[in-house]
C-alpha cells in the first residue's frame, strides 16, 4: 500500500496543473474579450492606411467603417464598383476620412495582383483585413455535389487561398521597413476542425489558421502583429441576415468587438460569445462524433436555405 500516498500526490500536483492552467485561459479571456473594451490599441499607430478585402458587405464592410471610425484612411477592394463607390461615400461622410476604391474580382487569374499593387504603390499601409471569401454551395453537401465542381475548385482556391498569401507579399515589405504593421486574416470555426459536407472551404479556412500562425511567429520580432479572427455565426448575407441575437453577432457589433482583441490575442474567435461557442462545440462535437456517417447523414438532411458560415 507503500504507493497510495504516491498516488496521492501526482493526483493533487495534477489537480493544481490543470487548475492553474484553467486559472489561465479565464484571465486571458477576461483580458481578450472584457478589459481589452477599455484598453484599445491605438490602430493608427500603424500606419495611415487600412486594406480591406471584400469590402462592400458584411464583415468586410464592417472592418472598413470601425477601421475609418478609429481615424484611419481606407482602401476597399471588391468586385462591384457600384458597391465600393456606396461604401466610400458611407465613410467619408461618417468619418471624413479618404478612401480609396480598387475594382478586382478575387476568383480571376493572378494577373490582378500587379494591379493592385499598382494602386498600393507608396501609401503607407498600416492594416490589412484579408477578409475575402466564397462558399461552394448553401447547404451541407457531398465533394461530388457541388454544382459547377471544376470551375468551383478554382474559384475558391483563387478567392479563399491565393488572396491571402498575395495581398500579404504586396504590403507586409513597407511593414517590416518601418517595423510596424497589423495583418487581420479572416478565417473560420469551421476551419478549426475539418468539417465533411463543407469539405473544400473547410480546407481552405485551415491554410488561413496555418498561414496567419506561421507567419505572425516569422514577423513578430519585427513589429508585426499578425492575427487570425475565425468566427461562427455573423448576420450577414450569407447567413441571410439572420435575427442577432445572444448567438449570432451582428457584423458591425462582431467587428467591433474583434478590433478590441488586436494586441491581446493572435488567433482569436473576434468574442465572448464565439469564444463560449466554440469551447462548447469542442466538448459536445468530438471529432470521433463530426466524422461519423451518422452525423454525416442528419447534416446532409438539413434544409438547403440555411447556411452556417459568415466571413465573407
Keep these: ?110 494577373s490582378i495582383y500587379s494591379a493592385i499593387a499598382k494602386e498600393l504603390q507608396d501609401l503607407e499601409i498600416g492594416v490589412l483585413v484579408n477578409n475575402v471569401g466564397m462558399t461552394c454551395t448553401d447547404h451541407f453537401a457531398y465533394f461530388l455535389e457541388i454544382p459547377n465542381i471544376e470551375q468551383k475548385i478554382t474559384q475558391i482556391i483563387r478567392c479563399n487561398i491565393l488572396s491571402v498569401p498575395q495581398m500579404t507579399r504586396l504590403v ?10 497589423l495583418i487581420i486574416n479572416i478565417s473560420s470555426e469551421i476551419g478549426a476542425q475539418p468539417q465533411p459536407l463543407l469539405t473544400l472551404y473547410s480546407a481552405t479556412k485551415i491554410f488561413v489558421t496555418y498561414f496567419s500562425q506561421c507567419l505572425h511567429a516569422e514577423y513578430k520580432s519585427n513589429g508585426i502583429t499578425v492575427q487570425c479572427v475565425a468566427p461562427l455565426m455573423v448576420s450577414t448575407n450569407m447567413t441571410h441576415n439572420m435575427k442577432v441575437n445572444s448567438l449570432v453577432k451582428s457584423a458591425s457589433g462582431f467587428v467591433h468587438e474583434a478590433l478590441n482583441t488586436v494586441g491581446f490575442s493572435s488567433y482569436t474567435s473576434g468574442c465572448l460569445s464565439h469564444a463560449l461557442q466554440s469551447a462548447a462545440l469542442s466538448l459536445l462535437l468530438p471529432d470521433w462524433l463530426r466524422m461519423s456517417t451518422f452525423f454525416i447523414r442528419k447534416l446532409r438532411n438539413l434544409p438547403s436555405t440555411r447556411k452556417f458560415d459568415s466571413s465573407i
Excluded at 490599441?41 to 500606419?47: I, M, N, P, Q, S
Excluded at 468586410?60 to 477592394?77: P, S
Excluded at 468586385?79 to 478612401?99: C, H, N, P
Design 1 to 110: 500500500m507503500w504507493f497510495i500516498p504516491v498516488l496521492a500526490v501526482f493526483g493533487g500536483i495534477t489537480m493544481v496543473f490543470y487548475l492553474l492552467k484553467f486559472t489561465w485561459k479565464c484571465w486571458c479571456g477576461f483580458k481578450e474579450f472584457v478589459l481589452s473594451e477599455y484598453w484599445q490599441v491605438d490602430l493608427k499607430k500603424y500606419g495611415r492606411w487600412a486594406v480591406v478585402t471584400g469590402a462592400t458587405s458584411g464583415i468586410g464592410k464592417a472592418y472598413a467603417t470601425e477601421l475609418a471610425r478609429r481615424g484611419l484612411d481606407v482602401i476597399l477592394i471588391g468586385r462591384s464598383d457600384d458597391k465600393l463607390q456606396m461604401v466610400a461615400k458611407e465613410i467619408e461622410k461618417q468619418y471624413g476620412q479618404k478612401t480609396r476604391t480598387i475594382r478586382v474580382d478575387f476568383t480571376d487569374s493572378c
Design 172 to 181: 507586409l515589405p513597407g511593414m517590416v521597413e518601418r517595423g510596424t504593421g
